[in-house]
């Protein structure tokens, strides 16, 4: 018997640890430190996605964008994404917080280290996905926040941090490549927990944008 309960209690860990260790851990961007940290911002198609397995035995996905608008950088009119998670045959890889694209959606992207090793900036905060409303006349702007736990910057995770629940303060903007300007910048409920109209989300990163690059 003395197995048997062995076995019970590991169950019983593995079930209450599970959840968290299927979340990755992730620092909290609001939108000033997601437009700062980005190199280019797009509004983009996806064309492509292909899986394969790489040297290290692990699933990459490629994705391949066409850029339909763009707030930052340079991007050119293609460009892909390769991205750890996915499946090819019969091996599947899944990352934690990793964002997920299927062909033929309209994306709105913050990319980081475009010109070396592109990725998502903030895991799945980086990406927003681009819907038309039921009225089929407006444009939103959708959050698809899933698999992270979101922390402060300089604060350790703990078990009361849940994903897809931030809280509602805004990291210290104290930054020196973060500059002060006059816009409300929306904290995490608002920029994650909820969707936004899309020409006002669009402009107000393109403010952040021009407020970053102008001359100090």
Same mark, same amino acid.
């Given at each position: ?28 961007? =609001?939108? &000033? !430190? +997601? $437009? ?5 911002? *797009? ?92 009225? =089929?006349? &407006? !444009? +939103? $702007? ?5 698999? *992270? ?68």
């Amino acid at each position: 018997m003395r197995w048997f309960s062995c076995l019970f209690l590991a169950a019983a860990f593995l079930a209450l640890t599970a959840p968290s260790a299927m979340a990755a851990t992730v620092v909290k961007f =609001d939108l &000033t !430190r +997601l $437009v700062s940290n980005a190199d280019v911002i *797009v509004v983009a198609d996806v064309v492509d996605t292909e899986a394969a397995q790489g040297e290290s035995g692990r699933v990459y996905t490629t994705i391949t964008f066409r850029t339909q608008e763009t707030l930052k950088g340079q991007p050119g009119k293609t460009f892909s994404i390769r991205q750890v998670g996915g499946t090819a045959g019969d091996l599947s890889t899944f990352v934690p917080g990793m964002p997920h694209f299927e062909p033929k959606q309209q994306v709105f992207l913050f990319v980081s280290d475009f010109d070396t090793r592109p990725v998502i900036t903030g895991l799945s905060q980086g990406r927003f996905e681009v819907v038309s409303d039921p009225d =089929d006349e &407006t !444009r +939103l $702007v959708v959050p698809r926040l899933q698999g *992270v736990h979101l922390v402060e910057p300089g604060k350790p995770p703990t078990e009361s941090d849940e994903p897809q629940a931030p809280d509602t303060t805004v990291p210290p903007t104290d930054d020196t490549d973060v500059p002060k300007v006059s816009l409300r910048i929306r904290d995490h409920n608002e920029l994650f927990g909820q969707t936004h109209k899309f020409e006002a989300f669009r402009d107000q990163v393109r403010q952040l944008v021009e407020a970053q690059e102008s001359p100090r």
